[in-house]
């Protein structure tokens, strides 16, 4: 038998089948495609919306450091302030 590619094999395969069976089968091959399509999609969907958290999480993460900041200087100012020799650590 001459090598076979796989698309080929799977023609030979389902050439000797009966109609019904090679329409079952072949639609059971469309269905699958259509499912890894599908789960492409959704992978890719997953992904986008995984990055756009990652994102507004980093954006919440440097608001709350540049507002924990600010207070800490506004703190050491009112200290310095309320007590002008005192050395600040």
């Not at 796989?6 to 009966?18: A, F, I, Y």
């Not at 924990?68 to 506004?74: E, I, L, N, R």
């Not at 703190?75 to 005192?86: D, K, T, V, Y």
């Amino acid at each position: 038998m001459a090598h076979l590619t796989p698309k080929s094999r799977q023609n030979h395969e389902t050439g000797q089948l009966s109609p019904l069976r090679r329409g079952l089968i072949l639609g059971f091959m469309r269905a699958k495609q259509q499912s890894r399509k599908e789960l492409r999609t959704l992978a890719q969907s997953f992904d986008d919306e995984l990055l756009a958290l990652q994102h507004e999480f980093h954006e919440l993460a440097v608001a709350h450091y540049r507002q924990c900041y600010a207070a800490a200087v506004d703190e050491a100012l009112i200290e310095r302030s309320a007590r002008p020799g005192m050395l600040l650590h």
